[in-house]
């Protein structure tokens, strides 16, 4: 029988620093900048605050631009020079934010910090010197401009890998695709509107403009344009309840842990890779029903050519995926966040139990391909699984009964809906990899509910290694903290 996933973790999550000071108010999302060392956090006050993750301190206020909560924020990619902020609130509106780089003081220890006063130094007070300078910080952030459209408030936003696209959702049960036509100036290219519920979160594919979303209604759904026409291309369906957040694999195949049985472990290896290289980045979902999923794409045979002259639609555009593990069940309350760090392939997830849990996806011992069964040793008393043995277990620890749903994809336009008692298919081939929990902290944020957590590049001054990562949460109680993983 395939053996479950450990009971204990082999690593430790470490409060590293608060961001300093906290938000008086509820704090919904920490975004990191993707190559500054500063991390933008939206709250209920209806400002978002700048920290550096260099030295854990505020060094600017974004406000004014919004009458309720600002409830996500997002930084544009591939700016060099310039920073460039989204953000979508309440206030049913979606605000563009500017600054330059040149002007921005990342590291205030450099100003002399380590002689300040104890109560300064804990973000208990300021000098009026301090305050006159973050105020001008505030002026240099210059309110571009507003997205108006959506009807209710704005849950999620998000840029496009190339940053040319603006992505929303709103209660108001709608996606928007915006793009941006010069600077300042955009339009409105799509509005999608078949999602039959609030829709929580929205996220780009990392390579392709393929776009997730997350919805009250159970689903999760991609969309893609296709003759100048966006669509949803594909339903995921499983959850049992409201998904809260999704997030994209980084690009290419890491195992942050690698254990399988020597002789086998080049043909496993190859294969896994080679499929995982077909597919894409695999998407991450997670819910009110408390569990975690992964969804891996089938990808299609490709079809004839088609002329570029051509007027007529060869083919369809929908996708086809289906889940392929579930995480450990570790959350007791709903799973409010989870992301996929882009470095180690790590998954980190949070929630209303306030628990921070890192999964790690690692070779299942002594896995062995159907195509090398035959040359398999029986009888040894080794982790090879038998015949009446499933992969799924291995992946999900939830028993040998558990099997892969089958590709789980439908809407109203020629896809194959997924009704409610529909037998499950066996997955395309066992899978060699398992899942596991390597980290958890509980009451990260004391009684108070961990909104949102992400993963960032470490910045302080105690990094000891280049590339390593820390997370992020976000809570309830208007703190930030930054934690380090250890093993």
């Known amino acids: 029988m395939s053996t479950p996933p450990p009971p204990t973790t082999s690593g430790t999550l470490t409060l590293l620093s608060p961001l300093t000071p906290p938000s008086l108010s509820r704090a919904w999302l920490t975004a990191p900048h993707p190559t500054l060392p500063l991390a933008a956090t939206c709250s209920s006050d209806k400002s978002v605050r700048i920290y550096s993750l260099a030295s854990f301190r505020l060094v600017g206020t974004i406000a004014g631009g919004h009458k309720r909560s600002v409830r ?31 002007g921005l003081d990342l590291d205030p220890q450099v100003r002399g910090m380590e002689g300040m006063g104890k109560g300064e130094e804990e973000g208990m007070g300021k000098g009026e010197g301090e305050e006159e300078e973050e105020e001008d910080d505030s002026e240099e952030w210059r309110f571009a401009l507003v997205l108006d459209g959506h009807d209710s408030e704005v849950k999620s936003v998000a840029w496009s890998a190339g940053g040319n696209l603006l992505a929303t959702c709103s209660r108001d049960k709608s996606v928007w695709v915006w793009e941006e036509v010069g600077e300042d100036d955009f339009e409105t290219v799509a509005v999608l509107q078949e999602h039959g519920g609030d ?10 403009e393929l776009l997730a979303s997350a919805s009250y209604d159970d689903d999760v759904r991609l969309w893609r344009e296709e003759v100048d026409d966006w669509g949803c291309v594909g339903v995921l369906r499983g959850h049992g309840s409201t998904v809260w957040a999704v997030g994209w694999e980084g690009v290419g195949c890491r195992l942050a842990g690698e254990r399988v049985d020597a002789e086998r472990l080049e043909g496993v290896k190859r294969r896994w890779r080679d499929r995982r290289g077909t597919a ?28 570029p002259f051509s007027i007529i639609k060869s083919g369809s555009s929908e996708e086809d995926w289906v889940e392929e593990a579930r995480m450990p069940a570790r959350h007791e309350r709903a799973v ?10 790590r998954i980190v997830s949070t929630g209303g139990d306030g628990r921070i849990i890192v999964y790690e996806e690692r070779w299942v011992p ?104 820390v ?17």
């Open 72 to 102: 996500a924020c997002a930084w544009k990619p591939n700016l060099k020079g310039e920073s460039v902020l989204a953000t979508g609130s309440f206030d049913a509106s979606v605000g563009v934010w500017r600054r330059w780089d040149s």
């Open 199 to 208: 829709v929580k979160c929205v996220a780009w594919h990392p390579e392709e």
């Open 280 to 307: 894409g980045p695999r998407l991450v979902s997670c819910s009110d029903d408390l569990s975690i999923r992964v969804w891996r794409r089938r990808p299609r045979e490709r079809g004839p050519a088609q002329s």
């Open 336 to 345: 409010l966040s989870v992301a996929w760090s882009q470095t180690t392939g």
């Open 366 to 469: 002594g896995h062995v391909h159907p195509e090398d069964r035959s040359a398999a040793s029986v009888g040894t008393g080794s982790a090879t699984r038998g015949e009446g043995s499933t992969a799924t277990d291995d992946v999900t620890g939830e028993g040998p009964d558990q099997k892969e749903p089958a590709p789980l994809n439908g809407n109203g336009n020629g896809l194959a809906a997924l009704e409610e008692g529909t037998p499950n298919e066996a997955p395309d081939e066992h899978e060699p990899t398992e899942w596991v929990v390597v980290a958890e902290t509980e009451s990260a944020h004391d009684v108070f509910e961990v909104n949102h957590v992400c993963w960032a590049r470490r910045a302080d001054r105690g990094k000891r290694r280049d590339g390593e990562e």
């Open 471 to 487: 997370v992020v949460s976000t809570g309830d109680d208007g703190a930030v903290k930054v934690w380090t993983l250890d093993f």
